[in-house]
């Protein structure tokens, strides 16, 4: 099968920002590719890496796909890309070969629908305002709180409030992006451990620090994120909670298989993609959520602008572009 492959780049400003303890996401850049077969089947895919030097590489390689290829020499052509490219270029061949159909709507834009991502700076008032939404709508929520931005004194009192705040009711992650060294990490594990709110600790230390989070993990629900990038054979090794990013891995039909399969300790969470992207995310939550440890997805609706960019249609988007 001959395949004739288009791409448009895209940019966009994030409607507040996005710190962590690694960086600050204020814009997000990609690309947008679609794939045609010669018997006309077209699927679409999102090039989504999250970082400046990761965009300048997925450009040059993206170049050097050529515009007309056929799909066997396309499939080994991109086995030593960026795993965002293969990502996209996968995700295109799924949807031409009827691996996954996507439905016209998944209804993720309800507060109790999605983990509500905390502002570091503003973490207590958030909280209030999410607690005041929620008492007027009667459903449970969860919270996401990214940590390791302060100091760990003034983070812990922040803890402890916000501890003191929430009832069975709101669910609570936090997340800290790598940085925490053991003692800290442990100390937070002691804490949280016995409390019924907590989801998990996602990503406490460092993505090499594999033993250290394998010891947390029998004290707490430990949960991979960026490990799993850099350590993809985690996937099938670890044991505890793994939050999945189907525009940063090889291949999200492995991931797709997976939650149709019903494995477990599954979450799904954004990169930040366009409503291309969006549509394998909406699709792989609603998997999720009917598996057996179902949870809400990470989908950080509220960060995103009012554009065409983030409509359900995929060919609309292609032809606004």
């Given at each position: 099968?001959?395949?004739?492959?288009?791409?448009?780049?895209?940019?966009?400003?994030?409607s507040?920002?996005?710190e962590?303890?690694?960086?600050t996401?204020?814009?997000?850049?990609g690309w947008?590719?679609?794939?045609?077969?010669?018997?006309?089947?077209i699927?679409?895919?999102?090039?989504?890496p999250?970082?400046?030097?990761?965009?300048k590489?997925?450009?040059?390689?993206l170049?050097?796909?050529p515009?007309?290829?056929?799909?066997?020499?396309?499939?080994?052509?991109?086995?030593?890309?960026?795993?965002c490219?293969?990502?996209?270029?996968?995700?295109?061949?799924?949807?031409?070969?009827?691996?996954?159909?996507?439905k016209?709507n998944?209804?993720?834009?309800?507060?109790d629908k999605?983990?509500?991502?905390?502002n570091?700076?503003?973490?207590?008032?958030?909280?209030?305002?999410?607690?005041k939404r929620q008492?007027?709508?009667?459903?449970?929520?969860t919270?996401?709180?990214?940590?390791?931005?302060?100091?760990?004194n003034?983070e812990?009192?922040?803890?402890?409030e916000?501890?003191?705040?929430i009832g069975?009711?709101?669910?609570?992650?936090i997340?800290?992006?790598?940085s925490?060294?053991?003692?800290?990490?442990n100390?937070?594990?002691?804490?949280?451990?016995?409390?019924?709110?907590?989801?998990?600790?996602e990503?406490p230390?460092?993505?090499?620090?594999?033993d250290?989070?394998?010891?947390?993990?029998?004290k707490?629900?430990?949960?991979?994120?960026?490990?799993?990038?850099?350590?993809?054979t985690?996937?099938?090794?670890?044991?505890?909670?793994q939050i999945r990013?189907?525009?940063q891995?090889?291949?999200?039909?492995?991931?797709?298989?997976?939650?149709?399969?019903?494995?477990?300790l599954?979450?799904?969470s954004?990169?930040?993609?366009?409503?291309i992207?969006?549509?394998?995310?909406?699709?792989?939550?609603s998997?999720?959520?009917?598996g057996?440890?179902?949870?809400?997805?990470?989908l950080?609706m509220?960060?995103?602008?009012n554009?065409?960019l983030?409509?359900?249609e995929?060919?609309?988007?292609?032809?606004?572009?």
């Amino acid at each position: 099968m001959y395949l004739i492959l288009h791409k448009k780049p895209y940019r966009f400003n994030l409607s507040n920002k996005v710190e962590n303890s690694k960086t600050t996401y204020l814009t997000k850049s990609g690309w947008i590719i679609k794939l045609t077969s010669n018997d006309k089947k077209i699927g679409f895919g999102e090039v989504s890496p999250l970082h400046k030097e990761d965009l300048k590489k997925c450009a040059k390689q993206l170049d050097m796909i050529p515009e007309y290829v056929e799909i066997f020499n396309l499939s080994e052509q991109i086995k030593n890309f960026h795993p965002c490219i293969q990502s996209a270029i996968n995700s295109a061949l799924a949807e031409i070969d009827g691996k996954i159909i996507f439905k016209e709507n998944y209804y993720f834009d309800e507060i109790d629908k999605t983990a509500i991502l905390l502002n570091p700076e503003n973490v207590i008032s958030d909280l209030n305002k999410i607690k005041k939404r929620q008492s007027n709508i009667g459903k449970s929520v969860t919270i996401k709180w990214k940590v390791a931005l302060k100091n760990n004194n003034e983070e812990e009192a922040s803890l402890e409030e916000i501890l003191s705040q929430i009832g069975n009711n709101i669910k609570l992650r936090i997340d800290a992006n790598g940085s925490w060294r053991r003692n800290i990490a442990n100390r937070w594990a002691d804490i949280l451990k016995d409390n019924k709110n907590i989801d998990w600790l996602e990503q406490p230390l460092c993505v090499d620090d594999i033993d250290g989070l394998t010891e947390l993990n029998k004290k707490i629900p430990i949960a991979l994120d960026e490990s799993l990038l850099k350590f993809p054979t985690l996937i099938d090794e670890w044991k505890g909670w793994q939050i999945r990013r189907p525009s940063q891995e090889n291949n999200p039909v492995k991931l797709l298989r997976e939650l149709e399969n019903k494995k477990a300790l599954i979450s799904i969470s954004t990169s930040f993609e366009t409503g291309i992207g969006k549509r394998w995310l909406y699709h792989l939550s609603s998997l999720q959520l009917q598996g057996p440890t179902p949870k809400v997805p990470g989908l950080a609706m509220n960060k995103f602008p009012n554009s065409f960019l983030f409509l359900n249609e995929a060919k609309k988007i292609w032809d606004l572009l």
